[in-house]
Structures are given as structure tokens and as C-alpha cells.
């Protein structure tokens, strides 16, 4: 069965803290996102990966970073941590090429104090 | 543009009842129209998706109805159970991207 992995179902940081979120997938697959879900506003695309150590800038990757230093390893950065950054995120992966199917891990609920 | 209008936020139906989410986009750049499904405490799963060289795509009690001249999509759920209940996100992906511009999402409760 496929699986996208995050280390942390629940996370508590301080402002200016930078945060690492992980996200580990065992299907071989050559795209890993990252979004971010808030209430009302839906999935928000922060940053996108389609090959090791590639990546490309989604609709809000401000105050982001991201590593993919491993095809199955995709981490998402927070340099300094805000409480507007006090969210849902959420890992996705999918096969390489357009309109495939995303598979999703659970999510990491991150609160900036 | 860039974005998917989705209604309504959220919806209450009666067991047996028809729930109806729709979606209205305006970029005619998107060539794919996916539905996914998010259950409490998990990530999202694809239910169903069309592509706008059709009208109409039925998975077992799932429909998406699309109409390209409006630019609008829906999807019915016919005979809704109370395990339906969850939250539906309309989405969509422009040509020839790895992107896809999501909904602001319908959270469905179904009565039993």
C-alpha cells in the first residue's frame, strides 16, 4: 500500500525558531509538494519537487525553504518561524508527468507560539 | 485567475439525499478537474476527476458534471451516507504543469 509519511503528527514552536517538517514517501515517485490548509482558504501549494534536489517555487513559499536531497525525502523549512505560519501542512507526492494523482500523508498541525 | 471559487463552504444532507458541491474556475488553461475527499485527521484522497473533453464522469454514487462553456464543475453525490460525511475539495490544474489550484473546500455532514 502507498505511503506518504510526515514525522509529526502535532508540532509547538517558538517564534523565530526554525522548523524542519518531513515528509518520506515509498512509491518511487518523482514529485513530493508540500501545501499548507487553512481554514476557508483551501490547499495552498508552498513548494514543489519534480527530481532530486530540483525544485520550484508554488503560490506562497514565502518564509519557506525546502530540501530534496533523496528521491524519497522531501523537507520543508521554516527559516524563522511566525505565528502567521501556524497551520496544517500537508505532504503530497506523485509519479512523474502532469495531472497524476497526488497521495497525501496526514498532515503536521504546526502552532507558532 | 488562477483560482477555483468552491460552494457551498459547507453542507448538511439527509441520509439517502443528493449532496451537490460546485466549482466555478475562469483560467481556460485548465485541462484537468480532480475531487478529493479528507476525512478527519487525514490527508486528502482523489475521489474522482474529469477532463473537459466530456460532460460527465460517474464512479459508483460520484458524478462530476462539467460545463466548459460556463466553466463550471459539480460533483453529486447521489443516495449520501453518513460514512460520506467529510470534507470535498474541488481542484484544478493548468496545461502543463505539475500544479494543481485547489478549492476552498465543502465540509459535508450527512444526517442519519
Known amino acids: 500500500d502507498v505511503k506518504v509519511t510526515q514525522s509529526s503528527r502535532y508540532l509547538v514552536k517558538r517564534t523565530g525558531e526554525k522548523v524542519f517538517l518531513e515528509c518520506v514517501q515509498d512509491?518511487?515517485?518523482?514529485?513530493m509538494f508540500w501545501y499548507r490548509q487553512d481554514p476557508g482558504l483551501g490547499l495552498r501549494l508552498i513548494y514543489f519537487?519534480?527530481?532530486?534536489?530540483?525544485?520550484e517555487k508554488g503560490d506562497i513559499p514565502e518564509g519557506y525553504s525546502v530540501s530534496r536531497e533523496k528521491k524519497e525525502r522531501f523537507s520543508l523549512i521554516l527559516e524563522s518561524a511566525s505565528t502567521n505560519q501556524t497551520s496544517m501542512y500537508l505532504c503530497?507526492?506523485?509519479?512523474?508527468?502532469?495531472?497524476?494523482?497526488?497521495?497525501f500523508g496526514s498532515g503536521t498541525q504546526l502552532s507558532v507560539l | 485567475q488562477q483560482q477555483v471559487k468552491q460552494s457551498p463552504q459547507s453542507l448538511i444532507v439527509q441520509k439517502g439525499g443528493i449532496s451537490i458541491i460546485n466549482c466555478a474556475y475562469e483560467?481556460?488553461?485548465?485541462?484537468?478537474f480532480p475531487w478529493y475527499q479528507q476525512f478527519p485527521g487525514k490527508g486528502p484522497a482523489l475521489l474522482i476527476a474529469?477532463?473537459?473533453?466530456?460532460s460527465e464522469k460517474k464512479e459508483g454514487r460520484f458524478t462530476i458534471s462539467f460545463n466548459k462553456s460556463a466553466k463550471q464543475f459539480s460533483l453529486h453525490i447521489m443516495d449520501s451516507q453518513p460514512g460520506d460525511s467529510a470534507t470535498y475539495f474541488c481542484?484544478?490544474?493548468?496545461?502543463?504543469?505539475?500544479?494543481?489550484?485547489f478549492g476552498t473546500g465543502t465540509r459535508l455532514k450527512v444526517l442519519a
Open positions: 474529469i477532463r473537459p473533453d466530456v
Open positions: 503530497a507526492s506523485s509519479l512523474i508527468g502532469f495531472n497524476e494523482k497526488l497521495f
Open positions: 483560467n481556460t488553461a485548465f485541462d484537468y
Open positions: 481542484a484544478a490544474s493548468p496545461s502543463g504543469t505539475y500544479k494543481y489550484i
Open positions: 519537487s519534480y527530481d532530486v534536489k530540483m525544485k
Open positions: 512509491m518511487d515517485h518523482e514529485n
